[in-house]
C-alpha cells in the first residue's frame, strides 16, 4: 500500500477528518476527534501508527516483525505497522478497520448518533 492507498481508505470512513496538526509532514486521521491512525511522511519508508488493544498490540508485534511499538504514542495502546511489503494490504485495512472500530467503541452513544 501506498500513503495515498492509506489516506483514501481512512477517510472513507464514516466522520473521519484529516489534519496535519503536529507539522508539514504528519497526517492524521481522527473520528469524533479522536485519533484514530497517524502516517508520518518524513520516514523513509512508509509506515502507519494504529490505536491497538494492549493485549492485541503486544501479539501483533510478537507475529509480524513489521510491527513495532507506537513512536511517541503510549506504546501500550499504539502499533506502528511498517508497510515494507511484508504486510498484506488486507491486513493493514482490517488493522484501520479495527482501530477505527476502538475509537467508536469508546465514544459516547450521543457522540456515536452524531456519527450516522
Same mark, same amino acid.
Given at each position: 500500500?501506498?500513503?495515498?492507498?492509506?489516506?483514501?481508505?481512512?477517510?472513507?470512513?464514516?466522520?473521519?477528518?484529516?489534519?496535519?496538526?503536529?507539522?508539514?509532514?504528519?497526517?492524521?486521521?481522527?473520528?469524533?476527534?479522536?485519533?484514530?491512525?497517524?502516517?508520518?511522511?518524513?520516514?523513509?519508508?512508509?509506515?502507519?501508527?494504529?490505536?491497538?488493544?494492549?493485549?492485541?498490540?503486544?501479539?501483533?508485534?510478537?507475529?509480524?516483525? /513489521?510491527?513495532?511499538?507506537?513512536?511517541?504514542?503510549?506504546?501500550?495502546?499504539?502499533?506502528?505497522?511498517?508497510?515494507?511489503?511484508?504486510?498484506?494490504?488486507?491486513?493493514?485495512?482490517?488493522?484501520?478497520?479495527? /482501530?477505527?472500530?476502538?475509537?467508536?467503541?469508546?465514544?459516547?452513544?450521543?457522540?456515536?448518533?452524531?456519527?450516522?
Amino acid at each position: 500500500m501506498n500513503v495515498e492507498e492509506v489516506r483514501e481508505y481512512c477517510l472513507a470512513k464514516k466522520a473521519v477528518t484529516e489534519s496535519t496538526p503536529f507539522d508539514d509532514v504528519t497526517l492524521v486521521f481522527k473520528v469524533a476527534g479522536k485519533m484514530f491512525a497517524i502516517i508520518p511522511l518524513d520516514e523513509l519508508e512508509l509506515s502507519i501508527a494504529l490505536k491497538c488493544d494492549p493485549e492485541a498490540a503486544v501479539a501483533l508485534r510478537e507475529k509480524y516483525p /513489521s510491527v513495532k511499538p507506537g513512536y511517541h504514542l503510549n506504546k501500550k495502546h499504539w502499533n506502528t505497522v511498517h508497510l515494507d511489503g511484508m504486510i498484506h494490504r488486507d491486513l493493514v485495512m482490517q488493522w484501520i478497520d479495527d /482501530s477505527y472500530n476502538l475509537i467508536v467503541k469508546g465514544l459516547t452513544r450521543k457522540q456515536r448518533e452524531l456519527l450516522i
